[in-house]
């Protein structure tokens, strides 16, 4: 059962332009989420985090969008740049629980 | 500060060996996951220990273990290899382990079966 999903394995985006990354949780009781990059052969690296009490949290050029109803997350990268390309991973935990769960990962790839 | 290391971070292995992989959290870092990473698969949670005490399990059989010394440093084994066991065993590490702290990620071991 995938509890935290990222339907899109891969996107392409143009340099300078908007990148959306989405994915969909199931369980409602996720209280905090988080989106990783991973580049190959090196761990995931922390970009940004937001707690379920809001519905969006900024850090430079990355945001991350918290639709509860829906059940749904989005990271916005603008402008995108070339360095962006990698895997990005959302994340989910519930407190008390001492677990993320991660979906399955989206390839970005920035076009210059 | 240090970040998180793991070792080695290259093994192959023949089916029916067993392994062992280690990780030093950040300094202070008492809570340690283990993650395993497989094409398609995501990370997927194999196990959370806090001082040296194991708070959740991940869907995974008996045959991977791991534990937690009194300096926080973790082992995972894996006993008895079957060629589904290559992947990317990564671990991360927090303060406490809790909702709303972030997880940091360790280099990764990558673990080939034969």
């Known amino acids: 059962d995938q509890q935290v999903k990222q339907n899109s394995p891969s996107l392409s985006v143009q340099e300078g332009r908007i990148s959306i990354l989405n994915c969909d949780y199931t369980n409602s009781m996720f209280d905090y989420f988080l989106w990783y990059k991973k580049y190959p052969a090196e761990g995931p690296t922390f970009l940004i985090s937001?707690?379920?009490?809001?519905d969006k949290n900024e850090d430079g050029r990355f945001t991350v969008f918290l639709n509860k109803s829906a059940k749904h997350l989005s990271l916005h990268i603008v402008p995108s740049q070339p360095g962006d390309s990698a895997v990005y991973f959302c994340?989910?935990?519930?407190?008390?629980?001492?677990?993320?769960?991660f979906g399955t990962g989206t390839r970005l790839k920035v076009l210059a | 500060k240090a970040g998180v290391t793991q070792t080695p971070r290259y093994l192959i292995k023949t089916r029916g060996q067993q392994v062992t992989l280690s990780c030093s959290p950040i300094?202070?870092?008492?809570?340690v996951s283990w993650y395993q990473q497989t094409p398609g698969q995501g990370l997927q949670f194999l196990f959370e220990y806090f001082s040296e005490t194991q708070r959740n399990k991940g869907n995974f059989p008996g045959r991977f273990s791991g534990r937690q010394f009194s300096n926080s440093r973790s082992e995972m084994n894996v006993s008895t290899l079957e060629l589904g066991d290559s992947a990317l065993y990564l671990c991360?590490?927090?303060f406490g382990g809790g909702s709303g702290e972030t997880q940091y990620f360790g280099p990764g071991t990558r673990l080939l079966v034969l």
């Open positions: 994340a989910a935990s519930v407190t008390g629980t001492y677990k993320y769960i």
């Open positions: 991360a590490s927090t």
């Open positions: 300094s202070g870092h008492r809570s």
């Open positions: 937001i707690s379920s009490i809001k």
